[in-house]
T-cell receptor, first 115, second 113 residues
Framework: KAGVTQTPRYLIKTRGQQVTLSCSPI?????VSWYQQTPGQGLQFLFE???????NKGNFPGRFSGRQFSNSRSEMNVSTLELGDSALYLC??????????????FGSGTRLTVV | GQQLNQSPQSMFIQEGEDVSMNCTSS?????WLWYKQDPGEGPVLLIA?????ELTSNGRLTAQFGITRKDSFLNISASIPSDVGIYFC?????????????FGKGTLLTVNP
């Protein structure tokens, strides 16, 4: 079955712009989480969505937001981009909340570069 | 907040050697996970551990959930060139409202053929 699909794979934006990233979870998975990966900070939790509701949020400013649709697809948005937002943004899905027998399955990520 | 200390940061080994890496935490976790990440890709789950003291194998990989629930290790036996990549540990506390994964900073493994 298809894995977690993230689009686009690469993105270059200018400071001050906004960006929307998309994630399609594995079919039947209802929980979607987002992580930011940078060389300095590593993998950091952004937020988790389940049943179209944000269930948990990491320590990121309000410029970072997201949503989940009824088909479990999720989007995250970053407004007023800063240079420090350059990162690999990873989406992970799981069958239900918490760790399934197979943990979370990650997508290949969206590489965002802010110039 | 919870922090994971993963060591070593990097390893350079010869093909055929065994490898060991570990993670320690300042607080307990209910679940430990080990992931591998190749360049340009997302992390791929290798082993999941759900019970303190649990020892689990996946081919040449063996991982253990520490008895204190504050640590875990991953061993790779008879390394091969395709083992190259970054290995991450992750801890999770399931229950309540918090299901996030807390990741270590990773161990970069290089295997010399």
């Amino acid at each position: 079955k298809a894995g977690v699909t993230q689009t686009p794979r690469y993105l270059i934006k200018t400071r001050g712009q906004q960006v929307t990233l998309s994630c399609s979870p594995i079919s039947g998975h209802r929980s979607v989480s987002w992580y930011q990966q940078t060389p300095g900070q590593g993998l950091q939790f952004l937020f988790e969505y389940f049943s179209e509701t944000q269930r948990n949020k990491g320590n990121f400013p309000g410029r970072f937001s997201g949503r989940q649709f009824s088909n479990s697809r999720s989007e995250m948005n970053v407004s007023t981009l800063e240079l420090g937002d350059s990162a690999l943004y990873l989406c992970a899905s799981s069958l239900n909340r918490g760790t399934s027998n197979y943990g979370y399955t990650f997508g290949s990520g969206t590489r965002l570069t802010v110039v | 907040g919870q922090q994971l200390n993963q060591s070593p940061q990097s390893m350079f080994i010869q093909e055929g050697e065994d490898v060991s890496m570990n993670c320690t935490s300042s607080s307990i976790f209910n679940t430990w996970l080990w992931y591998k990440q190749d360049p340009g890709e997302g992390p791929v789950l290798l082993i999941a551990l759900y019970k303190a003291g649990e020892l689990t194998s996946n081919g040449r990989l063996t991982a253990q959930f520490g008895i204190t629930r504050k640590d875990s290790f991953l061993n790779i036996s008879a390394s091969i060139p395709s083992d190259v990549g970054i290995y991450f540990c992750a801890g999770q506390n399931s229950g309540g409202s918090n299901y996030k994964l807390t990741f270590g900073k990773g161990t970069l493994l290089t295997v010399n053929p």
